[in-house]
């Protein structure tokens, strides 16, 4: 089934690389316009060139979705600049894993308004366009720590918690203005934000390049591998298409199986035990 969003607009927040990125370019690929929303303005202008170059319109927009008042009017620029707005992803997040005792607060503040506060404002800036447009989709960006307990991302996780919760709460909110909102939970993905810019973005180049950590991560996702951002870009683009029209208020874990997992880990011998040193790499997390 090919997926398609022809004459369809899509704005995505933190667009500017990582999953953001790879969404915005699938999109374009899939015949929709889009809007790139990025705190770093060579990083939303490069995409949106790529977009561009697929033979789409697109518009690179700079923003802090840290500052509310900067967000609403990218928004509103955005549906203003294409003459609608039919999809919105709430993509812009991050984190550097640390103990919730040694951060401040001023650190939890940072995490909570890039990582929850940006889509309430993007969402309550971007709904009444969609829905003026005939109606669409919110797709949330969430994780799989919104849906387990992880030491080191209390509040990163707590906010990723809120973004499902929210994901359901908006689903029927939002259904009779013919919105449809849904959420991925990405575990481990190669991005620029985990591994670095200049790591393998490729699964089986990264765990070539990295065995003690690609061995770690073996045990611990069903899969035996970390995922690509694209890999959960192609779940993002179906769950905001027509093809996934009676799909509503969903949460989908892109996660090789970790959260079927339920904490089981591979144990060396071919089986699986409970416990252990399963984790990935200590490395921050953004999508």
């Known amino acids: 089934m090919e997926v398609r969003l022809d004459g369809r607009v899509l704005l995505v927040t933190g667009g500017g690389a990582g999953i953001g990125r790879a969404i915005a370019l699938l999109a374009g690929r899939a015949g929709a316009e889009v809007a790139v929303l990025d705190r770093d303005p060579v990083r939303a202008d490069r995409v949106a ?3 561009a170059a697929l033979g789409r319109r697109a518009l690179g927009l700079a923003v802090d ?12 620029r955005a549906a203003d600049h294409f003459g609608r707005l039919d999809v919105l992803v709430n993509n812009a997040g991050g984190t550097v894993p640390r103990s919730f005792l040694a951060q401040s607060e001023r650190a939890w503040r940072r995490t909570i308004d890039l990582n929850l506060t940006s889509a309430l404002c993007a969402t309550a800036a971007a709904v009444s366009h969609i829905a003026a447009s005939g109606g669409g989709a919110v797709l949330n960006v969430a994780s799989i720590e919104g849906l387990r307990a992880a030491p080191g991302y ?3 996780g707590a906010c990723k918690a809120a973004l499902i919760q ?4 908006w689903a ?24 670095g810019e ?25 899969l035996g591998r970390p995922g690509s951002a694209e890999e959960c870009a192609r779940v993002a683009l179906f769950l905001v298409s027509p093809a996934a029209a009676y799909l509503n208020g969903v949460v989908v874990p892109v996660d090789g199986g970790t959260w079927a997992s339920g904490g089981w880990l591979r144990d060396g011998r071919g089986g699986w035990s ?3 040193d399963g984790g990935g790499p200590d490395t921050r997390s953004e999508t």
């Open 154 to 156: 209390a509040v990163y």
């Open 274 to 276: 409970l416990g252990g």
């Open 65 to 76: 979705v840290r500052e509310s008042a900067a967000l609403a009017e990218a928004v509103a």
């Open 172 to 195: 029927l909110e939002f259904a009779g203005l013919g919105v449809r909102v849904n959420a991925i939970a990405p575990d481990f993905v190669l991005t620029p934000g985990t591994v």
């Open 49 to 51: 060139d790529e977009v």
């Open 166 to 169: 929210l994901t359901r709460t």
């Open 198 to 222: 200049e790591s393998p973005a490729d699964p089986a180049d990264w765990c070539a390049a990295h065995p003690d950590a690609a061995r770690r991560i073996a045990r611990r996702i069903p």
